[in-house]
């Protein structure tokens, strides 16, 4: 502040003090865009966002440590509360690389039903991301009309799995029980209705004119700079790289289907709010495929739901109480007692967020030697002060609310 | 689609000769290691190079091997070439009584976080690092709990108070 603009009010700095003209702000941990865990020290001049330091919280809980210990079944409720938004897709990338490590072949019915269940997580890590970023921008209704359409899916899960949000789902080699006609049923009904919600959903946003202004060209980013910030999913896909490990790296035959990868242009949030919902019409399309496909399968083949993998593959609840055989490997496979192969492998799949890795390393015995989860929203959080960076106060919430950030399986 | 895991082996051998080792293509990936004062210059060939193009740092994580005198500690850099679509795992070993490895923050910036959780976990040290302090655990913590020196609580432990615990 200038000499002149001084009154008799102002406090008197002392002589030769350089006043500080910007505002530091805590943006969180305590704002409701920052899931009660991130705290963004802004420093504002004005409005105007100077400089941004974010910081992911406290909620680290050593899962890879933890995972050192355990037998390969019970590290996957770990994954389910990595990306919990979307947890399947997480049990099935660590189902499939414990597969890829230990050699064992998928049949391809179950590959197809792995996918129809992935593709419905990404819609409802999508649908939940998107109608947030409406949320953000002060728009409620999208939310609240979508959320309906979420419990549909997680009843399908329900019926799979027993349970909802953390689904601790299927095994190595395959799923757990075959899915019944309830399964079919709901599949069916959320096959109905959902493109008209998704129809109205965009209505609701796409040519909204005060939603435009607030995410169109705000929080971007260029290609290049996606790419060495170590952007993937559909944050990356907005920025105009069309790198998708479903197409890239093909896992579970998607090489079998046939979908578009949408892209964006410019890396906004209004880009990054519409990869997402062409997405979940591409997810829609794949889940019609898939289940066409499945319906093609005939005699014996229709009834597969596992692999034929008794050493990792739990035996079914009745033999185990009749049959000595069945006993002793699910005794053997719940100790972790049965072979593991020593080896080192990558495996990655594309999650609701982006490229989802596991990085496991084996020296045979019951637990992993090391066991290291790439968390897509982790690495590219790392951007955030670089999209903020000249915005608006308020375009700092949207742009966060956007990138997907997922508390949980930033901290691991 | 014209590079192959032996095309990369050719280059880096012509590059670097003798410094590049330990060549092997577990499930498919190839995996090899440099002396842990070349891991800058190979990155920046890996990098630059107009055939190879690995511009694209995936993962970067640690792993301890204590019964490995002198190389306890290894670097293990996932990079992806997305243009011709190969991927390939790049190793570094470190004693663990000096834990230093150039950073690669220059090249990647999303190799900042990623050497700071590294950093966190195994305690290495990347030298030129801009901001090297802890980020997933409290900054008071005085050891780095992924090294295998740090064994998980004993789960048939039998000390404490269920009341307080609820076990």
């Known amino acids: ?104 072949n998928i049949p391809k019915r179950v590959d197809y039903l792995r996918i129809i269940i992935m593709e419905l997580s990404r819609i409802s890590d999508h649908l939940i991301c998107n109608s947030v970023v409406g949320v953000d921008s002060g728009a409620y209704t999208g939310f609240l009309y979508v959320m309906q359409y979420r419990e549909l899916i997680y009843e399908i899960y329900e019926e799979i799995c027993g349970s909802r949000l953390t689904t601790n789902m299927g095994r190595i080699g395959g799923f757990e029980r075959n899915f019944n006609s309830a399964v079919w049923e709901k599949l069916d009904k959320f096959l109905a209705e959902y ?53 890239h790296s093909p896992y579970s035959s998607y090489e079998d289907f046939d979908f578009k990868v949408p892209v964006g242009r410019t890396g906004d ?18 889940i019609n495929q898939a289940y066409k496909k499945i319906q093609e399968f005939k005699g014996a083949e229709a009834e597969v739901y596992h692999a034929d993998a008794p050493e990792y593959y739990l035996p079914a609840k009745e033999d185990v109480y009749t049959k000595m055989e069945a006993l002793i490997w699910h005794f053997k496979i719940v100790m972790g007692e049965t072979e593991m192969t020593p080896g080192e492998v990558y495996h990655s799949v594309e999650g609701a967020n982006g490229e989802l890795g ?48 997922i508390a949980g399986e930033m901290d691991a | 689609m014209g590079l192959t895991n032996e095309t990369i082996k050719e280059r880096l051998v012509q590059k670097f000769g003798e410094n590049v080792s330990n060549f092997e293509t577990p499930y498919g990936m190839l995996t090899f290691e440099a002396p842990v004062q070349e891991n800058l210059k190979v990155l920046q060939f890996l990098f630059d190079d107009q055939e190879l193009r690995f511009q694209f740092l995936t993962d970067l994580t640690a792993v301890h091997y204590p019964n490995q005198p002198g190389r306890e500690i290894a670097v293990v850099y996932h990079l992806h070439n997305l243009i011709d679509n190969i991927r390939i795992r790049f190793k570094v070993f470190t004693t ?49 709990p992924l090294r295998k020196e740090y064994p998980l609580e004993d789960q048939t432990r039998i000390d404490k108070d269920d009341e307080m615990f609820g076990r």
């Open chain 2, 96 to 144: 663990v009584e000096k834990p230093d490895v150039f950073t690669a923050t220059k090249l990647f910036s999303s190799a900042n976080w990623m050497e700071r959780e590294t950093f966190d976990f195994y305690g290495v040290n990347f030298v030129g690092h801009p901001n090297l302090k802890r980020i997933l655990n409290v900054d008071e913590m005085d050891y780095f």
């Open chain 1, 1 to 104: 502040m200038n000499e002149h603009q001084m009154n008799e009010h102002h406090i008197k700095l002392p002589e030769g003090s350089i006043e500080k003209t910007t505002t530091t702000l805590n943006l969180g941990p305590t704002h409701p865009a920052t899931h009660g865990v991130f705290q963004n020290i802004l420093e504002l001049d004005g409005e105007r966002i100077v400089s941004a330091e974010q910081t992911v919280g406290y909620i680290h809980r050593a899962f890879e440590k933890i995972a050192e210990r355990r037998p390969l079944y019970q590290i996957t409720p770990l994954t389910d509360r990595l990306n919990y938004c979307s947890a399947p897709i997480n049990n099935m990338g660590w189902h499939m690389t414990c597969e890829k490590l230990l050699g064992v």
């Open chain 1, 195 to 247: 493109p008209a919600v998704l129809t109205e959903f965009q209505n609701l946003f796409n040519r909204n004119r005060i939603f435009m202004e607030r995410t169109m060209g705000t929080g971007g980013i260029s290609a290049e700079r996606a790419l060495n910030y170590g952007f993937t999913g559909p944050n990356l896909r907005a920025a105009g790289v069309d790198y998708d490990v479903r197409v």
């Open chain 1, 358 to 405: 596991f990085y496991l390393i084996s020296d045979g015995g019951r637990a992993p030697y090391r066991l290291h989860f790439r968390r897509p929203c982790f690495i590219y959080y790392q951007a955030y002060s670089e999209l903020t960076k000249g915005s608006m106060l308020s375009d700092a919430v949207i742009t966060m609310s956007s990138l997907n950030l």
């Open chain 1, 269 to 286: 949030n209004y880009d990054r709010f519409m990869v997402r919902n062409e997405e979940m019409w591409q997810s829609i399309d794949i």
